[in-house]
């Protein structure tokens, strides 16, 4: 069975860093994109990274562009997020997700598998 297990989150304060991992076990997905997602409260979950199967392409919102750097580890079936400058609004629920369908990197249809999401708060 496929399961991705995230950890990393915690409160931290504006401006400070946390870095999020995500470890993918039940197959090898070495050939497939790696994605992270946030929801804040009362709003729809949205995009915040992507990287390509070969950690060459990467992808970024606008939001966090420049503050957050993704990165991945085939041989540990490992994506991270490294989340610096972290801002109030930075604060939600984080998923990651594997999948390389049609609409990838940003849309959620392109992922096949997901996470059960680590809480990132950041106090202002």
């Known amino acids: 069975q496929v399961q991705l297990v995230e950890s990393g989150g915690g409160l931290v304060q504006a401006g400070g860093s946390l870095r999020l991992s995500c470890a993918a076990s039940g197959r090898t997905f070495s050939r497939y994109g790696m994605g992270w997602f946030r929801q804040a409260p009362g709003k729809e979950r949205e995009f915040v990274s992507a990287i390509s199967w070969s950690g060459g392409s990467t992808y970024y919102a606008d939001s966090v562009k420049g503050r957050f750097t993704i990165s991945r580890d085939n041989a540990k079936n490992t994506v991270y997020l490294q989340m610096n400058s972290l801002k109030p609004e930075d604060t939600a629920v984080y998923y990651c997700?594997?999948?390389?369908?049609?609409?990838?990197?940003?849309?959620?249809?392109?992922?096949?598998?997901w996470g059960q999401g680590t809480q990132v708060t950041v106090s202002s």
């Open positions: 997700a594997v999948g390389y369908s049609s609409g990838w990197p940003k849309q959620q249809r392109a992922y096949d598998y």
